[in-house]
């Protein structure tokens, strides 16, 4: 029996302003180099200044991570020479980071999974390499924009604790507001470590993968790399210590270089800033921005409102889902009618229109009078539905389509004039339904149906009609 032992290095850029160190736009897809300055390109004899906000939000995640939280965090240069890095070392945190020793929980079938976190700190980015042919260009904007790592220890044994906890760390980051999450674009990058030894052993010989821009990867590399280490270890070879790179065209882990050891960065304290010593006041800051997280309000969300999983995991994917559904309850709809509109219909269109709730034409009083019209009985279901789409076709009122289309519910008296109408034409069917078949029935309802454009109510419908044929019979 072996063993897998796998450990996330997670890194987010902060959707702050400007830069870490200096003023510049921190901004993706700007025309190239920019957004630069003399910091940022290390010219010589300038001088880096922090940019307070990155710092509260580093310790914000650190905090939602429920780490230690440092007293006072200090910078250290990580020195290595790439084209991408104008400085030739990148300021980072090696002796005192943000935030130390803390875990985030994990739902993996059904069950939570608590995961340590090693360390939380906060460094600068690099710029960007473009090949293009056989020349390579570089782009700056990047370098200097503010880079959080969250480092896991190695407690996940499968590709797929990977993946769940790369997406409940995302979901984490995005309701927190300090990342958005865009793993495409590189917002979040991921890289893995994992070894593999006989089970009880402990950790066998690590092996770090990169490149791996998509929590499917993860999962796929991590799957791959296991069954390569567990083949070597049967075969009686030794896996060597090494960083590989997931090859996305061909499915396959592949060797890049031995591994480097931190000595090889000689890290030494920044000597051109202070360490960060926060006060009471920015702690309350950080408290203050924390939120009910994720998979903490998808478990209120199954006790409280009793909906299903398949809903509240819909509802709990992004923030504004979530505050949508509970501003909706709070206005009196109820929680089984939201919960089952928005993850079933309301989800469909937000698909079909590739939008998400917060900036669909479906606002909080469209959807809550649509509810209460559904609830009132003015509307039945199958309208409703319509309705909803032509909210997001029109983006108008639910009233005032419903006004335009002439979608209003019949009144008793209205279904009962249309219903002795369809009794009188179809003295055939009205006969068979009076010998107690139930076939004619259906056709009965389907001519009200189309003769009142399904304004009728099809409960409503069916009732009326067989008092109306019963009540023929005396
Ligand atoms: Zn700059």
Redesign the pocket.
């Known amino acids: 029996m072996y063993q897998a032992y796998i450990g996330l290095e997670i890194h987010i850029q902060l959707l702050t302003k400007s830069?870490v160190f200096?003023?510049?736009r921190a901004q993706f897809g700007d025309e190239p180099n920019t957004?630069?300055?003399p910091?940022?390109?290390g010219y010589p004899g300038v001088l880096p200044a922090l940019n307070e906000e990155a710092v509260r939000m580093g310790y914000v995640v650190a905090r939602a991570l429920n780490c230690t939280l440092s007293r006072r965090t200090v910078f250290a240069r990580k020195n290595y020479f790439y084209p991408d890095m104008p400085k030739n070392y990148q300021i980072s945190q090696y002796d005192d980071p943000i935030g130390r020793d803390g875990y985030i929980d994990i739902e993996i079938g059904g069950r939570i999974k608590r995961v340590r976190v090693h360390e939380v700190h906060l460094e600068e980015d690099a710029g960007k390499m473009i090949h293009v042919g056989d020349a390579s260009l570089c782009d700056d904007n990047r370098a200097?924009t503010p880079l959080l790592e969250i480092v896991t220890e190695p407690d996940m044994e499968s590709g797929e604790e990977a993946e769940a906890l790369i997406q409940e760390f995302r979901r984490m980051v995005r309701y927190l507001g300090v990342c958005d999450g865009n793993m495409e674009e590189g917002s979040l990058r991921c890289d893995a470590n994992v070894s593999v030894n006989e089970a009880g052993k402990g950790l066998g010989t690590k092996v770090e993968i990169k490149n791996l821009n998509s929590s499917r990867f993860v999962r796929l590399a991590l799957d791959h790399e296991i069954e390569r280490q567990k083949a070597l270890l049967e075969e009686g070879r030794q896996v060597v210590q090494e960083t590989r790179l997931w090859n996305e065209n061909r499915d396959v882990t592949e060797s890049m270089r031995t591994k480097e050891s931190a000595h090889d960065y000689r890290y030494f304290p920044e000597p051109d800033l202070p360490p960060f010593v926060p006060d009471e006041a920015f702690f309350a800051q950080v408290e203050a921005s924390l939120v009910e997280l994720p998979l903490a309000r998808k478990q209120r969300f199954l006790s409280d409102y009793g909906i299903s999983v398949q809903q509240a995991d819909f509802l709990i994917e992004e923030k504004a889902r979530a505050d949508f559904f509970e501003e909706a309850v709070r206005r009196g709809v109820a929680p089984s009618t939201a919960a089952a509109w928005l993850a079933g219909d309301v989800a469909k269109l937000l698909n079909r229109y590739r939008v998400e709730l917060d900036a669909s034409p479906l606002t909080m009083d469209r959807f809550v009078l649509l509810m209460e019209l559904l609830q009132k009985g003015e509307i039945h279901g199958r309208i409703a539905k319509q309705v909803l789409s032509a909210v997001f076709e029109e983006d108008k009122d639910p009233s005032r389509i419903i006004e335009e289309k002439g979608w209003r519910q019949l009144s008793e008296e209205e279904l009962v004039k249309v219903v002795d109408e369809v009794i009188t034409a179809h003295p055939k069917a009205v006969e068979q339904v009076k010998g107690g078949e139930e076939k004619p029935v259906g056709f009965l309802m389907g001519q009200v149906m189309a003769r009142t454009a399904g304004r009728a109510h099809p409960e409503k419908t069916r009732e009326v009609l067989l008092s109306r044929i019963r009540g023929g019979e005396g």
Do not use: A, Q, T
Request: proline share 0%; aromatic share 0%; glycine share 10%.
């Open positions: 830069k200096c003023s510049c957004n630069v300055c910091v940022c390109m200097g």
